[in-house]
């Protein structure tokens, strides 16, 4: 089945510095990547998403890039901001359509 | 803007008893899951439920575990004996379609078995 490695585990960047974090997955069939934002208590929101016939993907401050030849897929922040202090999580659709999370990084902007 | 509700939000039980925990997805959906994530872990799927059946189950999704959408508006999870283990933050999820399409994701329901 899918499995999904994220890192870093944590991820701490300078206000206005851009942050990255990182996915590698085992499933070549996996077709659907998405990122979650989870702040403290609170549900998975979902930020981002990307299909497998799509390369990269881009909204506002956020992109998510997809490597279907290296199996792996990338979340970028752009001019970071403290808002953007979160868990934040991907997650791999399967063949059977599971979506299959990775570990988190927990990203915190310094002031 | 539609979203998933869940009751209740923090349940607290007696290992050994019965919970249900309660889900409204979102109206127009077709598809429904459960998750669950053990405190400052990952999210971990569950069962997903389409048609009045359940289409996938992880290997956590054991005997102990019910599904069941006893009307047009509610999906519920059943566990029947309720261990130390299964205390975790339950989400519900639902989407429109199965196949590579977004999940919305409930506010969660905090089970502690004590």
């Known amino acids: 089945g899918e499995n999904v490695e994220q890192h870093p585990s944590t991820l701490s960047v300078q206000e206005g510095d851009s942050a990255v974090i990182k996915c590698t997955y085992s499933d070549s069939a996996s077709n659907y990547f998405p990122w979650y934002k989870q702040e403290l208590g609170k549900r998975p929101q979902l930020i981002i998403d990307i299909r497998s016939n799509v390369g990269e993907k881009k909204d506002q401050r956020i992109a998510v890039t997809l490597n279907k030849t290296a199996k792996h897929f990338s979340l970028h922040i752009t001019e970071t901001q403290p808002e953007d202090s979160a868990v934040y999580f991907c997650?791999?659709?399967?063949?059977?359509?599971?979506?299959?999370w990775g570990a988190g990084t927990k990203l915190i902007i310094k002031p | 803007e539609p979203e998933v509700t869940q009751t209740p939000s923090h349940q607290v039980t007696q290992m050994g008893q019965e919970v249900i925990l309660r889900c409204v997805p979102i109206?127009?959906?077709?598809?429904f899951y459960w998750y669950r994530q053990i405190l400052g872990q990952k999210v971990e799927f569950l069962v997903s439920?389409?048609?009045?059946?359940?289409?996938?189950k992880s290997e956590i999704f054991d005997d102990q575990f019910s599904v069941e959408r006893p009307d047009g508006s509610n999906f519920t999870l059943k566990i029947r004996s309720t261990k130390l283990e299964d205390s975790a933050m339950y989400f519900c999820?639902?989407?429109?379609?199965?196949?590579?399409?977004?999940?919305?994701f409930g506010p969660g329901t905090r089970l502690t078995v004590l």
């Open positions: 109206s127009n959906h077709l598809y």
């Open positions: 997650a791999g659709s399967d063949s059977n359509y599971q979506l299959i």
């Open positions: 439920f389409y048609n009045n059946e359940i289409s996938e």
């Open positions: 999820a639902s989407a429109l379609r199965q196949d590579t399409d977004t999940q919305y």
